[in-house]
């Protein structure tokens, strides 16, 4: 996968926010950035996307998210529950119709908490409520890792835009 595929991947969900007047926030980890990158690549960006963070560690959490520690006692990072909060804190934050939350391992080796390279976590969170889903690359290839996880999450975000399960 290229930098150019992810792009035309936010291209397809920027033409839907951009029909529908809606908008975006992200707050992503193990991506590094690659889902802010890619939808600010598109031209008109700034008619959807409202902000976002890379949120690598629980510093960045608090800092950019104003999510404590209180707040996620008990939620493992790197899960669809830890996504979901991610989610959900940063459309409330930014305001927007649609934010994504993004969490994982993105290699060479697993994390801390137990889950082999190539784990990651999605959560899209909007209008309708919120949906979460966990994929497994299977992959030590950390770029390789990043590029999918970022894929995931456009196909995620667009398949719940359109209405999808």
Same mark, same amino acid.
């Given at each position: 996968?290229? %930098?150019?595929?992810?792009?035309?991947?936010?291209?397809?969900?920027?033409?839907?926010?951009?029909?529908?007047?809606?908008? =975006?926030?992200?707050?992503?980890?193990?991506?590094?950035?690659? =889902? $802010?990158?890619?939808?600010?690549? #598109?031209?008109?960006a700034?008619?959807?996307?409202?902000?976002? @963070?890379?949120?690598?560690?629980?510093?960045a959490?608090?800092r950019?998210?104003?999510?404590?520690r209180?707040?996620?006692?008990g939620?493992?990072?790197? $899960?669809?529950?830890?996504?979901?909060?991610?989610?959900?804190? +940063?459309?409330?934050?930014?305001?927007?119709?649609?934010? =994504?939350?993004?969490? @994982?391992a993105s290699?060479?080796?697993? /994390?801390?908490?137990?889950?082999?390279?190539g784990? &990651? &976590?999605?959560? #899209?969170?909007g209008? @309708?409520?919120?949906?979460?889903?966990?994929?497994? +690359?299977?992959?030590?290839?950390?770029?390789? /890792?990043?590029?999918? %996880?970022?894929?995931?999450? %456009?196909?995620?975000?667009?398949?719940? =835009?359109e209405?999808?399960?």
């Amino acid at each position: 996968m290229s %930098f150019e595929a992810l792009v035309a991947d936010a291209e397809q969900v920027a033409a839907l926010l951009k029909a529908r007047h809606q908008s =975006i926030a992200v707050a992503e980890s193990s991506t590094g950035g690659l =889902i $802010s990158a890619a939808l600010l690549a #598109v031209p008109g960006a700034s008619s959807y996307y409202y902000g976002g @963070g890379v949120v690598y560690t629980p510093r960045a959490r608090h800092r950019l998210l104003d999510l404590k520690r209180e707040e996620v006692r008990g939620l493992r990072s790197a $899960s669809e529950p830890y996504a979901l909060a991610l989610a959900e804190r +940063t459309r409330t934050r930014f305001k927007t119709s649609w934010a =994504i939350g993004e969490t @994982g391992a993105s290699g060479p080796s697993g /994390n801390p908490y137990g889950d082999a390279a190539g784990h &990651c &976590c999605l959560a #899209v969170h909007g209008p @309708g409520g919120a949906v979460a889903r966990t994929l497994e +690359t299977g992959r030590t290839d950390r770029l390789g /890792n990043m590029y999918a %996880f970022a894929a995931a999450a %456009f196909e995620l975000l667009r398949r719940q =835009i359109e209405g999808q399960p």
